[in-house]
């Protein structure tokens, strides 16, 4: 492809995505600079486009829309063959018609080189499908093999959040296609603003984005086009599930993906302005790497936190080509928090409406770490950025932790160089400026800078006063609340307690958040035992013992007990990560346990799956029922929990009549397997045996609670333990007795 074909191409690609007429001619009077010839060609490409467009939108005006074509833009290099050559090719893939196995139904959308449509597969199976071919008139060489290279690139995936490929093909015209699964859903930023989603629910979604581009990157493909329109949220079971789509223009990595090669030409611009890389925007294709979708990532992430892109649209359009590429290159963005309070008022209150929350409380919750995280997706030397979209996704978990993240802002130093960088006329003169200003005004400003760091000294010495004086307070309300405890007044210590700075919550030591936890959750106040466990967790989070076991499983039964289902998943997390490298056979079975006590997702049982074999593997060769330590019992009970889970349901009633066979001097114990056996039973389609084990369960748990819960023993069960089983008696009860309510499993009566 010559030169000036490729700056043709270039421009139309360009103009395509500019849908307003006087904006698109606007781009075209700054793009051609006077150059008539190319304005003519590129005008004549953008009216050739219209009757395809039209073509699919009234399928039954195929001939009318053709003849007016030929009426307004006949030149001499179009014959009627060409013409009647279109005519044919609509026809043939118009809905109603086959192509393949599939019949077409109505078209649901183009990109750059394709048109999609829904179709329906009528064998080998039945099914409905996205069918994408050559959009009509874009059927050249290079176009071609970009398609090609979509078509295999997508085919190398196998990720949830990315659409699957069924099939390909060509059409009987030689137009290739192919097959795709049909996702239902929206872009990713409408769903965000339509379920008005809180920032973390945001970063969570985004984070299962970033696990897809990684594995494209592993696959050897840059997508190149990441923006909200390419990435579709829908529901799998009630639960959002987003896709990356349309790997129209990637770029392999490594390898050859087709035998039509794709060259990205000097001039040829692909890809949407607004989430484009700087290096991308430079049209030098071959110096694309994956570094380029993490530019791409962190303007989506940028957007789903503010509703806005780093850089305009359209401004970047009106800018022209070359003003687009200098702005990419060279101007640096607001920060998010800083983008947010340049907002006009009502618009920063729909932003922050959006996300369920108040202005000041969005922008308090962007500056800073999450300033650091988008800001270093979106550096301009490619080296700053994050290496791979799993160090992205990896720095918004350790935020969403609340452990540190490794991005910062960029040092001083590194800012002034990009400053001289970019004005390096004027600093040139202030240079010269300045040298002749600094001798008379050393002096001045030594005296200025020793005037401001004693004030500041001063003020750092006010500052430490006052925290001195907090921090006494706070020791000596903690001391009075340890008084308190002893003599079992909780009631009081509570309300001391409350009163003390959460930044000082930790020199209240850990026996006075266990007795408060304790005492709350006795008294069926689990808001409050939920937020003290929490904090003793907090705690002991460099503590490994299996002491810190028992704490943890507080914790987890008093947040099931508030319904705060959330929660719960967060402190799976944090406890697997605490726990992970543990040989003890006691804190593995408790730390798995503790994380399996409502229904569990493949992952969360593939994380704990190490931990499953330590315990399974800890038996002694001579323990046999009545033969062995005090806690193998449980540690069946345990195991039999995670075959549950694992729905391997023989090998769940196994481990519990191994468990059982240990005796029954433990009734929680007791009641707890019996309601896993319920449920085995029932999965096994035996309805009598899991009546049979759910009455006996109930009847104790029902026994233990009409007398009243008290702190126990490790003989008749502590509390955590009898509320341990109560919720696996629930679930149970939910599935045998109630099945048509499965969304109840794990509920509980009382969340105060």
Known sequence: ????????????????????????????????????????????????????????????????????????????????????????????????????????????????????????????????????????????????????????????????????????????????????????????????DQERLDARRRLELFIQVCRAVQHAHQKGVIHRDIKPSNILVTLHDGVPVPKVIDFGIAKATEGRLTDNTVFTAREQFIGTPAYMSPEQAEMAGLDVDTRSDIYSLGVLLYELL???????????????????????????????????????????????????????????????????????????????????????????????????????????????????????????????????????LGASIWFFFKERESRQEAQRGRANEVLLRQQAEAREKIAQAILLVERNRFEEADRLVGEIPSTDTALVGEAVFRALGDWAALQGRWRRAAEYLSILVRVDQFETSDISTLDHTKCAVALIELHDNRAYESFCRVTINQFAGTTDPIVAERTFKNCLLLPADADLLASLAPLADIASKSFPENASPGNGPWMLPWRCLSLALMEYRRANYPGAIGWCNRCLAYGSDSPSRVATVRAILAMSYHRLGQSENASSELAQSRELIDNKFKAGLDLGDGGQGYWFDWVLGQILEREASSMIEEPQTPEAYGKSSSSN
Request: charged fraction near 25%; glycine fraction near 6%.
């Open 1 to 192: 492809m010559t030169v000036s074909k490729q700056i043709e191409k270039a421009l139309f690609d360009a103009a395509l995505n500019v849908s307003d007429d006087e904006t698109r001619r606007a781009f075209l009077d700054r793009a051609c600079n006077g150059d008539s010839t190319l304005r003519t060609r590129v005008e004549r490409l953008l009216d050739a486009q219209k009757p395809a467009d039209e073509f699919f939108q009234a399928a039954a005006s195929v001939q009318a829309t053709v003849s007016d074509e030929r009426k307004d833009t006949k030149t001499p290099e179009t014959s009627s063959n060409n013409n009647e050559s279109v005519i044919r090719l609509s026809a043939a893939e118009a809905p109603g018609k086959l192509i393949g196995h599939y019949k077409l139904l109505h078209k649901i959308g183009e990109g750059g080189c394709g048109v999609v449509y829904v179709a329906e597969q009528e064998k080998p199976i039945r099914r409905r499908v996205a069918l994408k071919i050559i959009r009509l008139g874009m059927d050249t060489e290079s176009v071609i093999a970009r398609f090609d290279v979509e078509r295999q690139a997508l085919a190398l995936m196998d990720h949830p959040n990315i659409a699957h490929v069924l099939d390909a093909g060509a059409t009987d015209s030689g137009r290739p296609y192919f097959v795709m699964e049909l996702v239902h859903g929206i872009k990713i930023t409408e769903y965000c």
């Open 306 to 440: 503010t509703g806005r892109t780093p850089f305009d649209h359209k401004q970047l359009v009106n800018a022209g080509l070359d003003g687009m590429r200098r702005t990419l290159r060279e101007t640096e963005p607001l920060r998010p928090s800083t983008m947010l309070t340049s907002l006009p008022g009502e618009a920063l209150t729909t932003a922050a409406r959006q996300c369920q929350t108040e202005p000041l409380k969005l922008i308090s919750l962007l500056q800073g770490d999450l300033d650091w995280i988008v800001m270093k997706a979106l550096e301009k030397d490619r080296g700053r950025r994050y290496e791979t979209a799993n160090g992205l996704a990896a720095d918004i978990q350790r935020y969403l932790s609340n452990d540190a993240v490794l991005a910062r802002p960029p040092s001083r130093v590194y800012r002034l160089q990009k400053l001289v960088r970019r004005n390096k006329i004027v600093f040139i003169a202030a240079a010269a400026v300045a040298a002749a200003l600094i001798i008379g």
